[in-house]
C-alpha cells in the first residue's frame, strides 16, 4: 500500500459521481457473516443477523465514488468485492490519491459513528460490490448489542494505530531525504 499515489485531474472522477446500481439479489447471509466476522471478530450472532436484514447489496462501476469527500456519511459500507481509492480535493481540477483499500473491508464507520462530514472520498478502481448498511441501522444494532460496540471499536482503534503508523512514517520521509542527499 502506497501513502500518496499521485494526483489526478477531477475531470477524470467526476465522471462517475455516484452511479449506484442495485442487486436484484440479497447478498447470502454466509457470505455476509463471514465478511463481518473477518474484520469484526467477536461480533455476536445476533447483530449480524440485524445488520444482515438491514443491508443493500450495491455495485460500483470503476471511477465511481461510493463516498463523496465533503458530505455526511450515510451509512457503513462492506466492501465485498474489488478495490478502491481514498482520495482528497486538493483544489478545483485535481484530487490527491491517498491509498488503495481491498476487499474484503469497512468504510465509513467514522463517518457513521461521528455523523461529521466525509474528509476524503472513495472511488472504484475496479467493479466493486458491497453490502450498504444505512446509518440508522447500524446505530441501532450497536445499542441494542454492546458487544458489536466493542467489536467495532476495536475496529476503529486498529484503524487509528495503522494511521498514526503511516503518518509516523511519512513525517519522518523528508528527513530521509536530506540525509541521502548528502
Known sequence: ???????????????????VC?????????????VLLR???GLPEAAIAHLYDANQTQSYQSGEFLLLEGEFCRGV??????????????????YLEICEIS???ILGLSGTL???????????LMPAMTAFIPRLAFLEALRKFPHAS??????????????YGRLYLLARLPRARAITAR
Open 103 to 105: 476487499d474484503p473491508a
Open 77 to 94: 459500507f462492506l466492501l465485498l468485492k474489488g478495490t478502491v481509492q481514498l482520495c482528497l480535493r486538493q483544489n478545483a481540477r485535481t
Open 1 to 19: 500500500m502506497t501513502f500518496i499515489t499521485s494526483v489526478v485531474g477531477a475531470e477524470d472522477l467526476d465522471s462517475g459521481v455516484m452511479k
Open 150 to 163: 466493542l467489536a467495532f471499536s476495536s475496529l476503529v482503534i486498529a484503524e487509528l494505530n495503522s494511521a
Open 114 to 124: 461521528l455523523d461529521e462530514r466525509l474528509v476524503a472520498g472513495a472511488r472504484a
Open 39 to 41: 474484520l469484526a471478530p
Open 22 to 34: 442495485e442487486f436484484p439479489e440479497k447478498l447470502d447471509p454466509a457470505i455476509f457473516r463471514d
